[in-house]
């Protein structure tokens, strides 16, 4: 079905093309993957697993894709496995003790679980899941947030969502973006902030002790990045190439007297005098010699030549260090200039501005304030050993593979268990020989748990209102039982537009070069059944293509038969030869007999 779908004929006779569809693009190179898993006791098993790619690459779980707004599905885990932690923390409290808690004004999402607490002393857990998710975010796109070093602005996919003041399951529902930016901004205030001892509180303390070593943080951090930056620019290159490269198009004197005495600080006169030559002729004797001993060795800190010469002060130490040792690693190059990053810093170390500090601080907290939610993601499957620390994260910035997303749907549909997948269940060797070998899989992993089982049936009751009333209503009742009554079905939506954006020195956008096209729905079906279906456009022909999420859905749609039979039929792998006849069976054993071997899948056939 999947490879029918390249057809033309055949994608309009399943309903793609149109609005929100596949609305411009050839569908002869539209890359699809499906996959089914059913859960079973203390494992999850593989029942379809089928693609249009002819080859052996699977985007599942080989490929890191923006998978756009099923980072929602994972942000609202997170949210609430904090609420449910903030409940098993202060539910405990009398009233009193509750008034008297200390909460940071920066820290939300305490402070509403303080209010809820003291209004419903006692209340139970899942009530007051229920009630953070009628917690209501602005929509609007007119606020700036600060995050990920930088002022960032963001969008709804649809404008007419801007004056809306939605309730999370609302948001969740019509997969509005800027609820999303919201709730990941209380999340992380809520991580730097909690606690009498918060990190938070160096910002409110300007001679707080750790302010100086979050500075020295920052420096080595940012140095780090600057660093490996001039490396892969001047690596390979000799001396000369550099020092032509370094003095540019507009050199001055005093500009190549620094660039010159920094990267060759035993040269002598007449090479200083041949170099300044071949840049800039004008200059007189005398003002050359004046300048070769006024920019000498020593004269002026890291910070001050930089500045002179209109340079990151580290792009001339990595320069240096390579025309010393050409053959030197980034490893070595990075390890070597670790005192000259905090040097090119002292800048800031001394500032008698708060504000710069500040800023430098806040990218700092936010930084370790999404280990935290890492944390939290990689519990219920994210696959990636970080996460981009910026807001963006909750609307898919970070990457994501289809297969993880199942597998956060597999902890939902388990009531909040983790299991671990299983795609093939034995191996038989030369069957009805004597040197017939059965193997069984060995499990490997426990079932843990990952949520708790509240949070896992409030996501679950969510995502079944996207299929019921939001992005995925279109797949409502078309998934029937064997008796004919519609299955319960519930799902996340997720439309990739991955490119890199060129901006110049003014912040204006130059350019913008296309990486792939993706559109994701990972969805569970019934209350054993869930999985995936991704459509995918790789590379720059991607700028030729124009889908969303509704695209996944309808293809589930029209698969609905399909899926299904897959579902309902009690049919596994190893009965289809039997199924056959006895001359089938045949064959397969005279098949063993020639040392050929059955693989006994959990897959669907």
Request: hydrophobic share 40%.
């Given at each position: 079905?999947?490879?029918?779908?390249?057809?033309?004929?055949?994608?309009?006779?399943?309903?793609?093309?149109?609005?929100?569809?596949?609305?411009?693009?050839?569908?002869?190179?539209?890359?699809?993957?499906?996959?089914?898993?059913?859960?079973?006791?203390?494992?999850?098993?593989?029942?379809?697993?089928?693609?249009?790619?002819?080859?052996?690459?699977?985007?599942?779980?080989?490929?890191?894709?923006?998978?756009?707004?099923?980072?929602?599905?994972?942000?609202?885990?997170?949210?609430?496995?904090?609420?449910?932690?903030?409940?098993?923390?202060?539910?405990?409290?009398?009233?009193?003790?509750?008034?008297?808690?200390?909460?940071?004004?920066?820290?939300?999402?305490?402070?509403?679980?303080?209010?809820?607490?003291?209004?419903?002393?006692?209340?139970?857990?899942?009530?007051?899941?229920?009630?953070?998710?009628?917690?209501?975010?602005?929509?609007?796109?007119?606020?700036?947030?600060?995050?990920?070093?930088?002022?960032?602005?963001?969008?709804?996919?649809?404008?007419?969502?801007?004056?809306?003041?939605?309730?999370?399951?609302?948001?969740?529902?019509?997969?509005?973006?800027?609820?999303?930016?919201?709730?990941?901004?209380?999340?992380?205030?809520?991580?730097?902030?909690?606690?009498?001892?918060?990190?938070?509180?160096?910002?409110?303390?300007?001679?707080?002790?750790?302010?100086?070593?979050?500075?020295?943080?920052?420096?080595?951090?940012?140095?780090?990045?600057?660093?490996?930056?001039?490396?892969?620019?001047?690596?390979?290159?000799?001396?000369?190439?550099?020092?032509?490269?370094?003095?540019?198009?507009?050199?001055?004197?005093?500009?190549?007297?620094?660039?010159?005495?920094?990267?060759?600080?035993?040269?002598?006169?007449?090479?200083?005098d041949a170099f300044v030559e071949r840049h800039r002729?004008?200059?007189?004797?005398?003002?050359?010699?004046?300048?070769?001993?006024?920019?000498?060795?020593?004269?002026?800190?890291?910070?001050?030549?930089?500045?002179?010469?209109?340079?990151?002060?580290?792009?001339?130490?990595?320069?240096?260090?390579?025309?010393?040792?050409?053959?030197?690693?980034?490893?070595?190059?990075?390890?070597?200039?670790?005192?000259?990053?905090?040097?090119?810093?002292?800048?800031?170390?001394?500032?008698?501005?708060?504000?710069?500090?500040?800023?430098?601080?806040?990218?700092?907290?936010?930084?370790?304030?999404?280990?935290?939610?890492?944390?939290?993601?990689?519990?219920?499957?994210?696959?990636?050993?970080?996460?981009?620390?910026?807001?963006?994260?909750?609307?898919?910035?970070?990457?994501?593979?289809?297969?993880?997303?199942?597998?956060?749907?597999?902890?939902?549909?388990?009531?909040?268990?983790?299991?671990?997948?299983?795609?093939?269940?034995?191996?038989?060797?030369?069957?009805?020989?004597?040197?017939?070998?059965?193997?069984?899989?060995?499990?490997?992993?426990?079932?843990?748990?990952?949520?708790?089982?509240?949070?896992?049936?409030?996501?679950?009751?969510?995502?079944?209102?996207?299929?019921?009333?939001?992005?995925?209503?279109?797949?409502?009742?078309?998934?029937?039982?064997?008796q004919g009554a519609p299955l319960a079905v519930g799902?996340?939506?997720?439309?990739?537009?991955?490119?890199?954006?060129?901006?110049?020195?003014?912040?204006?956008?130059?350019?913008?070069?296309?990486?792939?096209?993706?559109?994701?729905?990972?969805?569970?079906?019934?209350?054993?059944?869930?999985?995936?279906?991704?459509?995918?456009?790789?590379?720059?022909?991607?700028?030729?293509?124009?889908?969303?999420?509704?695209?996944?859905?309808?293809?589930?749609?029209?698969?609905?038969?399909?899926?299904?039979?897959?579902?309902?039929?009690?049919?596994?792998?190893?009965?289809?030869?039997?199924?056959?006849?006895?001359?089938?069976?045949?064959?397969?054993?005279?098949?063993?007999?020639?040392?050929?071997?059955?693989?006994?899948?959990?897959?669907?056939?």
């Open positions: 079905q999947l490879q029918r779908l390249r057809n033309a004929d055949a994608a309009r006779a399943a309903g793609l093309v149109g609005e929100r569809l596949l609305e411009r693009g050839d569908p002869a190179r539209l890359n699809y993957s499906f996959t089914l898993f059913e859960r079973g006791d203390g494992v999850n098993r593989v029942r379809v697993h089928a693609d249009n790619i002819d080859q052996p690459f699977d985007i599942n779980a080989g490929a890191k894709l923006e998978l756009g707004s099923t980072a929602k599905l994972r942000t609202l885990a997170t949210y609430l496995d904090l609420v449910a932690s903030l409940h098993a923390q202060l539910a405990p409290l009398s009233p009193g003790e509750l008034a008297a808690l200390q909460v940071a004004p920066s820290d939300r999402l305490t402070r509403w679980a303080v209010d809820h607490l003291r209004e419903q002393p006692q209340a139970p857990l899942a009530a007051m899941l229920d009630a953070a998710m009628q917690r209501r975010f602005s929509a609007s796109p007119n606020e700036s947030f600060f995050t990920g070093g930088g002022v960032h602005r963001f969008s709804n996919f649809d404008a007419r969502d801007n004056a809306r003041v939605p309730t999370l399951h609302e948001s969740l529902r019509d997969s509005l973006n800027l609820p999303f930016i919201r709730l990941m901004r209380e999340i992380v205030m809520h991580h730097i902030h909690r606690g009498p001892d918060s990190a938070g509180a160096v910002l409110e303390q300007k001679d707080h002790p750790q302010r100086a070593v979050l500075l020295a943080r920052f420096a080595d951090r940012e140095g780090r990045q600057f660093t490996r930056g001039f490396y892969r620019r001047h690596a390979g290159r000799s001396v000369e190439q550099m020092l032509d490269a370094l003095a540019g198009s507009a050199p001055t004197l005093q500009r190549l007297a620094v660039i010159h005495r920094g990267l060759l600080p035993d040269a002598d006169y007449a090479a200083f002729g004008e200059s007189t004797a005398a003002q050359r010699e004046r300048s070769y001993e006024a920019h000498a060795p020593g004269r002026y800190s890291l910070a001050d030549r930089g500045y002179l010469a209109r340079l990151h002060p580290l792009e001339i130490e990595v320069a240096a260090h390579l025309a010393r040792d050409p053959q030197a690693t980034l490893a070595q190059v990075v390890d070597a200039t670790a005192p000259q990053r905090q040097r090119a810093y002292d800048w800031l170390l001394r500032s008698r501005s708060s504000g710069a500090q500040d800023l430098r601080i806040r990218t700092l907290l936010e930084i370790d304030a999404f280990e935290h939610v890492h944390e939290s993601w990689r519990r219920v499957g994210y696959p990636f050993d970080r996460l981009v620390p910026s807001y963006a994260t909750a609307i898919g910035s970070s990457g994501d593979r289809p297969a993880a997303l199942a597998e956060l749907m597999g902890i939902i549909v388990a009531d909040g268990v983790r299991q671990p997948t299983v795609q093939i269940e034995g191996l038989r060797f030369a069957t009805a020989t004597p040197y017939e070998t059965q193997l069984s899989r060995a499990v490997r992993g426990e079932p843990e748990r990952a949520l708790a089982p509240e949070v896992a049936q409030v996501l679950k009751a969510a995502l079944a209102g996207v299929v019921e009333q939001g992005t995925a209503r279109r797949l409502r009742g078309a998934l029937l039982d064997a799902g996340k939506t997720g439309t990739g537009d991955n490119r890199q954006i060129s901006h110049g020195a003014r912040g204006e956008r130059i350019g913008a070069r296309v990486l792939n096209r993706t559109a994701t729905f990972v969805f569970f079906i019934g209350e054993r059944h869930f999985g995936t279906l991704t459509a995918y456009v790789p590379g720059p022909e991607a700028a030729d293509y124009r889908f969303t999420s509704a695209l996944p859905v309808q293809i589930l749609k029209s698969m609905a038969p399909l899926v299904a039979q897959a579902i309902t039929s009690p049919t596994r792998c190893g009965a289809k030869a039997a199924a056959a006849g006895p001359g089938a069976v045949a064959a397969v054993n005279a098949a063993a007999n020639r040392g050929r071997s059955e693989l006994h899948l959990a897959t669907t056939e």
